[in-house]
């Protein structure tokens, strides 16, 4: 018997049926909360039937069944078009028993990368994408991989860390010089943030104080943090803003974290000089801190980046989309609460196509350079 032919069969003698306990528990979407298609709903059911849930199904309006299928639970994508939406969760049991749950939504107009204002961006250090995921050595990072959106074909635009690293929040080189101190006149993400209004700090661990400017300190070194390097924010209004990776911790209790993040693990915890399971475990440290803020709660606004630089040396892979370089084949995580969840993405990405989906989330009129042209990385969302 068919899913379908056997809710009308349940229906139907649904009248007759005993007075039982039951309840649909849906954990998303939320609601009366504002989403994007297509839109996620993961939800259970419980019965005190004997014989148990026959099955679960979406109404989208009345009479409408969307979706349906057999079992206690449902995990689906629903693709509906801007609009509010009345639907309803409903579970139907093997004793002729059927209990709703009604979840009230707003589907805006975008489709592709929803906007936010708490963009939280970690970098790590020179390995390859076959050298993290799946490594045992790297349980938590893997159960972010597993629990929200990877990147499977996202690829470095080359190797050496500080031209590499410019790619994420200028979309070009910039320099080739990895002991820089100059400020450069290039268009990048600060200058972006500055004309929205929004606030931005560089989080760097083992910075000795803020503003510094110098070219390394204990496990800290300059080519590592690339927002440095603009002249809007060599300005003394603005340099104070890269501060010791310690601030962040102030920063959470004081309610006072900006809208643009952007995190430098040292280079023992970044997998540059320690080892895998270093950076691991400083992840499974910082990152919950991070994920415990309230925009990365349900109905939050939360967009959180784990990148990798470059590949390990000797990792040359490129795309023949890429004409600027070849650094390797590095995995990417995206989490948030409005990301896919569980889903890798085989679509073809590098640095710029990062910047280009900060740049659409956070609204900016414009990106900068090569992020102006690159594909967003809309299908994690």
Known sequence: MTVVARMQRLLLVFIFAPNLSAAVSVFTPADNSIVVSPVHYVATATTSCSAGVAAMGIYTAPYVLAYNVNGASLNTYLTLSPGTYHTVVQEWDNCGGATKTPITITVTGSTGVPTSKHIWIVTEENHSYESVVGNSKMPYYNSLASKFALASQYYSNRHSSLPALMWLVAGQSVT????????????????????????????????????FTGLSHANYVRRHNPLIDFTDVCTPSQHLNSVPFTQLAKD????????????????????DLGTLSQADGWLAKQVPKILALPEFQSNGDGILFIVWDEGQSGDDRCSATVSSGCGGRVATLVIGPKVRRGYKSKVLYHHQSLLRTVCNALAFSKCPGAGSSATPMSDMF
């Open 176 to 211: 080739s010089d990895n002991y820089t101190t100059s400020c450069f006149n290039v268009d990048n993400v600060v200058r972006h943030l500055l004309l929205k209004g929004f606030t931005w700090r560089a989080y760097e661990e083992d910075l000795p104080y803020a503003g």
């Open 252 to 271: 959470i209790s004081n309610h006072a974290t900006p809208n643009y993040a952007y995190i430098t693990p040292n280079m023992q915890n970044d997998a």
